[in-house]
């Protein structure tokens, strides 16, 4: 007998699920909607240019090592992070008020804020849009906080319910921790308005909020880094504090290389100053200190005019191709006649379409037409193509009609 005997087969994960569904099809025309991940009009993974240049760098210069690096990570591509996200001008940069922390992507970047806050803070208590990206309930609730939600999609309009977000934003106990997705929401793709930012703002501040924001999208929304970068500015402009967490896992196309970042905006450099050092203590137990290649790319291209300025002709580059599908696959339903309003599939901003498929109709498409999504009616618009629009427009049409 096993030690382990009582252990029961767990389910796959919803959204990486999806992947080992599609791996296991044998079909040649299969096609994975489901997993975040740019793709090439061949449907292929793409490495940008600019990363292979900064590698090629990396490798021909002799005096870079493999020692470890400090506990929160290379220090040039902290520095470089948090001016891409905040503005290089921004007053949190300026006074040094701000910690930032080289994490393991994304995931690991709210992980280790959640850890931190769930150590350091007095309100043990997150607020999650509804939907919301799945991770974000257990990556919250494994680090010990208690987590809730507040209204965010409306289905009726498949825009935002801003009364009602607002509402639950007012009711929240004071200072509880607000998740906000800091451009192209996941999975809506549905983002508040620069004024609404500007009301959400002032709900949050009243209320003596935290806002925690998750930006995994800056630059592959609208192709421009600084507009993806707004809803941030807004917040951290008016001198409050704020929780930013990073990834490079899109935007550089490095996502198994797991870049990312942590940024604690604190109201004095006296204070970032003895978060640095409490976060220092999170971190050294949990993984001691996070690696070295990725944030090295990164911090070359950040770092020089050149590689920075082709980095971003790439980036729109993605953003472009993104959009171009989004109209591709809003003229093929319309040729089909298909039934149904489907102008959210222009105006919803970022990687993902949230469809309004559901899950019968989801179950359909994968069965009879091979198209892997999740069940939530959520299709990446990064993983399409000219060749595969026509398949996805004709399993749309026969699901709903
Ligand atoms: N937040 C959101 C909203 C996301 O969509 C993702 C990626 N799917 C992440 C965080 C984290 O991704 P990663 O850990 O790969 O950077």
Redesign the pocket.
Known sequence: ASVFDHLEQAPEDP?LGITVAYNKDPHPGKVNLG??AYRTEEGKPLILNVVRRAEERLLADRSKNKEYLPITGLADFNKRSAMLILGSDSPAVVEKRLVTAQC???????RVGAEFLARHYGVKLVFLPTP??G??FKVFMNAGLAVKTYRYYDNKTRGLDYEGMLEDIGAAPSGSVILL?AC????TGVDPTPQQWEGIRQAIRNRGHLPFF????QGFASGSLDKDALAVRTFVADGGECFI?Q????NMGL?GE???ALSIVSKSSGVATRVESQLKLVIRPMYSNPPIHGASIVALVLGDGDLFSEWTVELKGMADRIISMRHKLYDALRARGTPGDWTHILKQIG?FSFTGLNKEQVQFMTREYRIYMTLDGRISMAGLSLKTVPLLADAIHAAVT
């Open positions: 959204i997993v975040g393991l992507s994304g995931t690991g970047s709210l919301t990206w991770n974000h997705h192209a929401h996941n999975p998750d930006s995994a999208y967490a990834s490079f896992a899109k996502y797991r870049v990312g990687m």
